[in-house]
């Protein structure tokens, strides 16, 4: 008796590890109808998106985005050969104030990929993206993204942001500007975050 009860107790502190069920398999859209519907759902969301063949259009691309404003953040390593000239313009270093950035009209940022399946852009903190923060504080943001960055699926992201979860990287992830319904169901723009998105699509 003495011995079985002994037993269960072990068993109870080390459970037996339980697999994890194997992720099921999905065929492969060909990588153009995937930049398709990508388009289709960030345009479902109310953002705008352009596509160019080349970054050698971004600047004009980013000019029409823009429309009148002037007041432009950026991240400090974001390509100055991708901007349209006479902007008001300051880059982040990581160190500007929130009000600084507040007096900002729009943020241009690059991203890390895009979601086909929920037309969902992913921001990681990484080249040509700067801080969270920047994102999250002009009311109008325009985001470059080229095709090879775009995926088919959740899973296929998470897949590859596995390395920047490892490193401590912030995620943000955006699908349409910014909104909430969650009082008595009536649509408020721009609760958490801009409530203009652009979207530059490249190739």
């Not at 050698?56 to 432009?72: D, E, Y």
């Not at 959740?154 to 897949?159: K, M, N, Q, R, S």
Request: hydrophobic letters at 35%.
């Amino acid at each position: 008796m003495k011995e079985e009860m002994l037993r269960r107790i072990r068993a109870a502190k080390h459970p037996a590890r339980t697999p994890l069920p194997t992720y099921p398999a999905r065929p492969s859209r060909p990588q153009q109808e995937t930049t398709e519907r990508f388009v289709e759902h960030v345009e479902d969301y109310k953002a705008r998106v352009q596509r160019i063949a080349g970054v050698s259009q971004l600047p004009m691309a980013i000019r029409r985005a823009l429309g009148q404003k002037q007041k432009v953040v950026v991240p400090e390593d974001f390509p100055q050969e991708w901007l349209p000239e006479n902007l008001d313009l300051i880059r982040d270093p990581g160190t500007l104030s929130h009000h600084q950035i507040k007096l900002q009209e729009v943020v241009i940022t690059g991203c890390k990929l895009g979601i086909s399946d929920t037309g969902t852009l992913v921001l990681d903190s990484g080249a040509h993206q700067g801080r969270r923060v920047i994102s999250l504080i002009p009311d109008h943001h325009i985001c470059i993204i080229f095709t090879d960055q775009i995926v088919q699926g959740v899973h296929d992201a998470v897949l590859q942001l596995e390395s920047s979860v490892q490193a401590g990287q912030a995620l943000t992830w955006i699908s349409g500007p910014s909104a909430t319904s969650d009082i008595e169901l009536v649509r408020v723009e721009g609760v958490h975050g801009p409530r203009t998105l652009d979207v530059v699509l490249v190739g």
